[in-house]
């Protein structure tokens, strides 16, 4: 016994099917994307947290060379002149190391470090040459203090002359 009905029910099953199927396939799409969007969002706020602190720590190493560099351009003037020309390569050398740091950087702020360690090169070339300055000034006050001794005892000596004039015009 068949059915009346048979190609009815078939095209009702062929439906359902093809109904089945489509709703089907926008649920799995739907969740599928649901859960790969925020995985995809989640690592790029994961590679932007990561870049975010990669730029704070070479800030921060930047920062803690250029103190140290800061106060060996300081300690400059307790020096002498040999002790500056060694303390002078050993700053431009870690200025040298700053530069290249700040040369791998690709960030906004890369400008503006770069006008700071320009800033330091000049102030280190600044503070050694008040200092070459000082030094300089200083054998010019040793100089001035020889000429004034040489005066001192030329004029002894021009005293002792005259007193010998005068003793072999008595004689």
């Known amino acids: 016994m068949q059915p009346t009905n048979r190609s009815e029910r078939r095209k009702a099953r ?6 089945f199927l489509v709703c089907s396939a926008i649920i799995i799409t739907t969740v599928f994307y649901s859960s ?8 790029q706020l ?9 730029n704070a720590e070479l800030k921060s190493d930047f920062s803690d ?3 140290v560099i800061s106060k ?14 060694v303390a002078g390569i050993e700053i431009e050398n870690k200025i040298t190391e700053l530069t290249k740091m700040v040369g791998e950087w ?11 360690l320009r800033n330091l090169t000049n102030y280190h070339a600044a503070k050694e040459a008040v200092k070459e300055g000082m030094v300089s000034t200083g054998k010019d ?22 007193k010998c004039r005068e003793e072999k015009l008595k004689n």
Request: hydrophobic share 40%; charged share 35%; proline share 3%.
């Open 14 to 19: 062929l439906n359902f099917m093809l109904l």
């Open 36 to 43: 790969r969007i925020p995985i995809k969002q989640n690592n």
């Open 46 to 54: 994961l590679e932007f947290k990561n870049i975010a602190v990669k």
């Open 65 to 67: 060379q250029f103190i």
């Open 72 to 85: 060996m351009v300081d300690d400059l003037g307790n020096k002498t002149p040999e002790e500056i020309k």
């Open 106 to 116: 690709n960030n906004e702020d890369k400008v503006l470090y770069q006008h700071v």
């Open 141 to 162: 006050k040793d100089l001035e203090d020889k000429i004034l001794k040489l005066r001192e005892d030329n004029s002894d000596l021009l005293d002792k002359l005259g």
